[in-house]
């Protein structure tokens, strides 16, 4: 008589199948709460459809200055059949849904590439009003939202340095003026030595103007050479389209030790010394 291994084992053949194919399978849960199954390397997803999430890659601060553009960034992963839309918190008013605007305010808008995951909220000449907490939302349920902040400032030129300045007669003065614009630079920037348009052809001469437009915002720097006594004063830049900015320089006949000190000393050591001066003044009513 002749067994057969099928005989003496019936099931041989299933359970070296199921070894084999619990060998090259294995599963991973994602963070959607789905379960994808690995076969011979090849995805295959479980569960349905894959859940939509943000994909938080933008910053959630965004800082504007006012006429200038602003943009928030949103992308969505996976949103399917579902809509994303943009709402402003401090009013609850939806601004855009999917591809459309509902706002009868025109400087806002969406930007969604075809086939992309973003859906950017777009502010052009953005203004005071506009600040405050904006939020992207997708009508899953329950609703999901990803908040971005909007803040907005003036548009401001700033002087480097301390707001008097001290320099020696024949030394060069060196102003640098900086305007926090971006996307659309002053047309033009001015000086001012107290009331009078700096004349850069002027018989004094030695003056020279430097102005530099990039992507961070533009800079004009200042310089006046073999610093003369009567160059002392107040010195202003004005942009064309931003508030001015002032600072004062002192030019210094000779050595004067308690000027030049003046310019170095901190505000709390200025502060320390003219309690002290009160102080004494006091007490010697006294």
């Known amino acids: 008589m002749t067994l057969s291994l099928n005989t003496l084992i019936p099931n041989a053949f299933s359970i070296s199948s199921g070894i084999a194919s619990d060998a090259i399978s294995t599963t991973k849960e994602l963070k959607d709460g789905q379960t994808t199954k690995f076969v011979d390397g090849q995805a295959k997803t479980a569960g349905g ?57 025109g400087r806002f808008g969406v930007h969604h590439p075809e086939h992309s995951d973003d859906w950017n909220l777009h502010v052009e000449f953005v203004q005071r009003r506009d600040a405050g907490v904006y939020e992207c939302q997708v009508n899953t349920e329950p609703k999901i939202n990803y908040a971005v902040w909007l803040h907005v400032e003036d548009a401001q030129a700033t002087i480097s340095g301390p707001p008097e300045i001290y320099v020696k007669k024949g030394s060069t003065i060196s102003l640098t003026c900086s305007i926090n614009i971006h996307s659309n630079p002053p047309s033009s920037v001015l000086w001012y030595h107290g009331q009078s348009v700096i004349d850069f052809d002027s018989p004094r001469g030695g003056i020279s103007l430097e102005t530099e437009k990039t992507e961070a915002g533009t800079t004009s720097k ?11 004063g107040n010195y202003t830049c004005m942009p064309s ?13 000779g050595e004067h030790p308690a000027a030049m000190q003046t310019s170095s000393t901190s505000p709390i050591q200025g502060v320390s010394s003219l309690i002290a001066f009160l102080l004494a003044a006091s007490a010697s009513i006294r």
């Open 241 to 253: 389209n931003a508030t001015p900015a002032s600072t004062v320089v002192h030019v210094l006949n």
């Open 222 to 232: 200042l310089l006046v050479t073999k610093a003369l006594l009567s160059d002392s």
């Open 49 to 105: 459809p894959q859940k939509p999430y943000f994909d938080d890659v933008g910053p959630r601060n965004i800082t504007a200055v006012v006429g200038q553009s602003a943009i928030l960034n949103c992308r969505v992963k996976h949103p399917g059949d579902r809509t994303v839309s943009w709402m402003r918190k401090r009013d609850l008013h939806i601004l855009t849904s999917g591809i459309h605007t509902y706002t009868g305010d």
